[in-house]
């Protein structure tokens, strides 16, 4: 959606596995947020890189969590030691000029 | 941190008009955004306040007093298909956008 790709677009794990969510801005904006979103809730900050500036990762839930962004386009989203408490749908979003955010379509992720 | 206060639910009737409060702390401010999400969809950016004052925008409008931190969204000629959730996200200095639990509009026949 909004030419942000996320994949997987459904992931199913045993509880303790570890997992890897991607998300490709396509058009490289410059300003990229994780949120999470659990079911009937709202959304939860967890990271955001903006340029070559040091990502905020205030939201991040526990060290378990983690996120990369390589050459300032594609991130990754890594879960280590999934709990079930994980289990929720995984939102990225690109940052445009004026500052609103256009959301992919998510990665849902069930951690049995 | 950020608290930001909507009510959960509103129910109202096709063709009326209904008013979204959102109250809202944060540390810094800079702007306020609405987005409108669909059940099982993505969230879609709606409006985006600033300044202080009325945004119109269509059916849409988004009011914020910064003073009194304090925003609301207004829907005018409710459709069957706005029915959805709405989001009350304030951005912080630094660009982080914090986003509400959101509020449910539930629109009937």
């Known amino acids: 959606g909004a030419g942000v790709s996320q994949s997987p677009s459904n992931k199913v794990t045993e509880k303790g596995k570890d997992v890897e969510l991607r998300c490709d801005p396509i058009?490289?904006?410059?300003?990229l947020y994780w949120y999470r979103q659990s079911l009937g809730q709202g959304l939860e900050f967890l990271i955001y890189?903006?340029?070559?500036?040091?990502?905020?990762k205030s939201g991040l839930p526990s060290d378990r969590f983690s996120a990369e962004r390589t050459g300032g386009s594609v991130s990754t989203l890594t879960i280590q030691r999934t709990q079930q408490e994980d289990s929720a749908v995984y939102l990225c979003?690109?940052?445009?000029?004026?500052?609103?955010?256009?959301f992919g379509e998510g990665s849902r992720l069930t951690v049995l | 941190g950020q608290n930001i206060d909507q009510p959960t639910e509103m129910t109202a009737t096709e063709g009326a008009i209904v008013q979204i409060n959102c109250t809202y702390q944060t540390s810094g401010f800079n702007g306020l955004f609405w987005y409108q999400q669909h059940a099982g969809e993505a969230p879609t950016f709606l409006s985006y306040n600033v300044l202080d004052g009325l945004e119109e925008k269509g059916r849409f409008s988004s009011f914020l007093s910064r003073s009194k931190g304090y925003s609301y969204l207004l829907l005018k000629e409710l459709q069957m298909k706005d029915s959805a959730s709405y989001l009350c996200?304030?951005?912080?200095?630094?660009?982080?956008?914090?986003f509400g639990g959101g509020t449910r509009v539930l629109v009937k026949p």
């Open positions: 890189f903006q340029g070559n500036s040091a990502p905020d």
């Open positions: 058009s490289g904006h410059t300003a």
């Open positions: 979003a690109k940052g445009a000029r004026a500052g609103e955010l256009f």
């Open positions: 996200a304030p951005r912080a200095a630094g660009n982080k956008l914090t």
